[in-house]
């Protein structure tokens, strides 16, 4: 199997996360690597107090993952509206 090729687990995988993702396009599994890891840190630092990970860090891990999987022009619309959602009060 060539290293780009994805195994058929991966791809049933794959297809089950972008079938239930009703606001994104399909994700590129190098992506959907990224933002695995950008979630597992969340958790990490969020839920299990892992000082090992400061918040900063944590932060440009999911922007960067984020904004790979969004296109940058689109991430940086949505922190704009949630800006501006957040200005407002909203949740």
């Not at 972008?18 to 690597?33: E, H, V, W």
């Not at 999911?62 to 296109?71: C, P, R």
């Not at 949505?78 to 949740?91: D, F, I, L, T």
């Amino acid at each position: 199997m060539k290293a780009t090729e994805l195994s058929d687990d991966k791809k049933r995988i794959a297809e089950m996360i972008t079938a239930r993702s009703t606001f994104m396009p399909l994700i590129d599994p190098g992506n959907a690597k990224q933002l695995f890891r950008a979630c597992k840190a969340a958790y990490r630092k969020h839920h299990l107090n892992d000082d090992s990970i400061d918040w900063d860090e944590l932060g440009h891990i999911l922007k960067n993952a984020l904004a790979s999987t969004m296109g940058d022009d689109v991430f940086v619309a949505w922190v704009e509206k949630q800006k501006g959602r957040n200005a407002h009060g909203a949740a």
